[in-house]
């Protein structure tokens, strides 16, 4: 996945604006010169690396005399002490883009790391980690590149690119369950042929008339492992199943059992903790 888009230009200019505004005022009260400087950029905790081409992109949009050198790429783990890359460049633009270029690797890394827990806990029953909408505004490409850094996969990107018809989509047919699974279905595929087309069920016996009906894929809301499980034989292997809600590291293998195909999951991107990584001047 391409994180560099317009979208990416338009956040990183948004980031450097609010943090040097009018300008850096405590480096310029200490020197009027620009020295050259080389800086590390340091782990302080065990981490999955992300974003490290981000932060030369960040750098060279203060300044595009900085050279970032790589000490490790995207998906390497990195220990404590460990040395990620190596800035050099006049001081000024390097303590201008610090913080900014740091905050985009932290969070980042934040998020491959958390990704690679939930991927490395399923590995054994080849369930894929997926995830979800539930992103921070502006920072949806590069949380969802993340991801797959991490091991995961981005699942849709937006409301654009797969139909993905949830309980509310449902309330728009009256009549049973059943029947509204059917109709909106079949809506979807009348009028959206081209799109792949996942559906919302909170019963596993809505999965016979979700399958018959010719969805894409189901995604099975908020079921503890025994629906799960009925959902999963009632499938017969013949459509993806998909698991989504109250899921954690303490009950992820438990469900990944169950044998659904792909597990989504808000929290490797809402609730990822950003990592710590420090940038240290070495030489002026």
């Known amino acids: 996945m391409d994180i560099f888009d317009k979208y990416t230009e338009k956040l990183v200019k948004i980031a450097l604006?609010?943090?040097?505004?009018?300008?850096?005022?405590?480096?310029?009260?200490?020197?009027?010169?620009?020295?050259?400087?080389i800086a590390e950029l340091i782990a302080n905790e065990p981490f999955v690396v992300?974003?490290?081409?981000?932060?030369?992109?960040?750098?060279k949009m203060v300044d595009p005399l900085v050279i970032t050198k790589k000490k490790k790429q995207d998906g390497d783990s990195a220990q404590r002490g460990s040395v990620i890359a190596v800035v050099r460049g006049g001081i000024k633009p390097l303590m201008k883009a610090e913080r900014t270029a740091l905050n985009f690797i932290s969070?980042?890394?934040?998020?491959?790391?958390?990704?690679?827990?939930?991927?490395n806990a399923v590995r054994p029953y080849g369930t894929r980690i997926m995830a979800t909408r539930k992103t921070?505004?502006?920072?949806?490409?590069?949380?969802?590149?993340?991801?797959?850094?991490?091991?995961g996969e981005s699942h849709r990107m937006g409301l654009y690119d797969q139909?993905?018809?949830?309980?509310?989509?449902?309330?728009?047919f009256k009549g049973k369950p059943?029947?509204?699974?059917?109709?909106?279905?079949?809506?979807?595929?009348?009028?959206k042929p081209e799109a792949f087309v996942i559906v919302e069920i909170d019963d596993p016996q809505l999965v016979t008339v979700a399958k018959d009906n010719g969805a894409d894929r189901i995604?099975?809301?908020?079921?503890?492992?025994?629906?799960?499980?009925?959902?999963?034989?009632?499938?017969?292997?013949?459509?993806?199943?998909e698991a989504s809600g109250g899921l954690s590291l303490a009950n992820i293998r438990e469900v990944a059992r169950t044998g659904v195909d792909i597990i989504s999951i808000g929290k490797i991107t809402h609730s990822a903790a950003s990592v710590d990584?420090?940038?240290e001047i070495k030489t002026v």
């Open 219 to 241: 995604l099975l809301d908020n079921m503890g492992t025994e629906d799960l499980k009925t959902a999963v034989a009632l499938a017969g292997g013949t459509i993806e199943l």
């Open 50 to 59: 992300a974003g490290l081409d981000l932060v030369d992109y960040v750098f």
């Open 17 to 37: 604006g609010e943090d040097i505004g009018k300008g850096d005022i405590t480096t310029d009260a200490l020197t009027g010169k620009n020295f050259p400087a």
């Open 107 to 119: 969070r980042l890394s934040g998020i491959a790391t958390l990704t690679s827990e939930y991927v």
């Open 277 to 279: 990584i420090t940038m």
């Open 178 to 191: 059943e029947i509204a699974v059917k109709k909106a279905i079949q809506n979807a595929k009348q009028k």
């Open 136 to 151: 921070t505004p502006g920072w949806r490409i590069l949380e969802k590149y993340a991801v797959t850094v991490g091991g």
């Open 163 to 172: 139909v993905l018809i949830k309980d509310n989509h449902l309330k728009l």
